[in-house]
């Protein structure tokens, strides 16, 4: 009969839909949660969509229904990584303490956020790379995020007083690299990623205090 809507067809209701959206995005957080412990157990490599389902307690289905591939899981999970430590180093990063102290504090807390999660971080500087063209805009996005957080870090009385702040992005890049850099190396060769943080303190503090800091080039 005209009007009438099939039995069959009554799931397709708006409450049907949100019950739906909100169940999807419960396992989208369990799936992600599922590719980090595989990465820590196994390595991003030899991890497989059945892997982490498993692990999820999801089906292939579900999954799909969230990432068309598993490198947009990773693409998902690096920008969850990404978010949490942005808010994270300003939260921790007190701006009325001294420069030194903010850079301290700063470097603290983003090497403990690594600790955290060794594994995936290796992944991040080493395998994301690798993905090239679809990893790419991701890694653009995340230098952004943290050029703008070690920007908006530098930017207090602090900072200015001393002549140092804002950071310029172009300075912002060579700090971020350069930590990024050191730490993949820890991570490769075993080693507890804390016990540098007295030479990331004292790198990036001597980076901030030279003269390209205290000029607008690269803005």
């Not at 060794?118 to 805009?137: E, I, K, M, T």
């Not at 009385?157 to 690299?177: D, K, M, N, W, Y």
Request: with cysteine.
């Amino acid at each position: 009969m005209r009007g009438v809507t099939p039995p069959e067809r009554a799931d397709a209701s708006p409450a049907s839909t949100r019950t739906d959206v909100t169940s999807v995005n419960a396992f989208r957080a369990r799936l992600l949660d599922a590719l980090r412990a595989s990465i820590t157990e196994r390595g991003y490599s030899e991890t497989t969509i059945s892997d982490i389902v498993a692990r999820a307690r999801a089906s292939r289905r579900t999954f799909y229904a969230v990432w068309p591939t598993k490198d947009d899981c990773l693409l998902s999970l690096m920008d969850e990584v990404d978010t949490a430590l942005a808010k994270r180093l300003t939260n921790e990063v007190d701006p009325g303490a001294p420069w030194q102290d903010q850079v301290a504090q700063a470097v603290q807390a983003y090497f403990e956020h690594v600790h955290e999660q060794p594994a995936v971080y290796l992944c991040a500087f080493r395998d994301l790379p690798a993905l090239g063209d679809a990893a790419r805009a991701s890694i653009r996005k995340a230098n952004d995020t943290f050029v703008g957080v070690i920007h908006d870090l530098s930017d207090n009385e602090e900072f200015r007083r001393s002549g140092l702040g804002p950071t310029s992005r172009r300075l912002a890049l060579i700090v971020l690299g350069g930590l990024n850099e050191m730490i993949a190396d820890v991570l490769e060769s075993g080693e507890d990623i804390r016990d540098s943080v007295p030479l990331g303190i004292a790198t990036t503090t001597a980076l901030l205090s030279t003269s390209a800091g205290r000029s607008s080039v690269g803005d």
